[in-house]
């Protein structure tokens, strides 16, 4: 699995900041490449601890994208 969580509020990804690493917003998925996470258990708590009701943020599975399973 390869796993990025997206605001569905602003479309923007959490991923790790270029200065310091920790997990920050980012509007460019080229930005965001450094966000991809491998385990949902990691996804999970990133979720967990980053993100806020309002963000109505979503786990995405980039492996199921463009496949039978592909988010609809």
């Keep these: 699995m390869r796993l990025l969580i997206q ?10 900041s270029m200065e310091g690493g920790e997990p920050v917003w ?6 965001a ?3 991809v996470v491998f385990e949902m258990d990691q ?10 009701f ?3 943020a979503i786990v995405i ?7 039978a399973n592909d988010y609809m």
């Design 7 to 16: 605001s569905m509020n602003t479309g923007r990804f959490l991923a790790p």
């Design 26 to 31: 980012v509007s460019s998925l080229r930005e």
């Design 33 to 35: 490449g450094g966000g």
């Design 43 to 52: 996804a999970q708590q990133l979720f967990h601890d980053c993100c806020d």
């Design 54 to 56: 309002e963000d109505q």
């Design 61 to 67: 599975d980039l492996d199921r994208l463009g496949t």
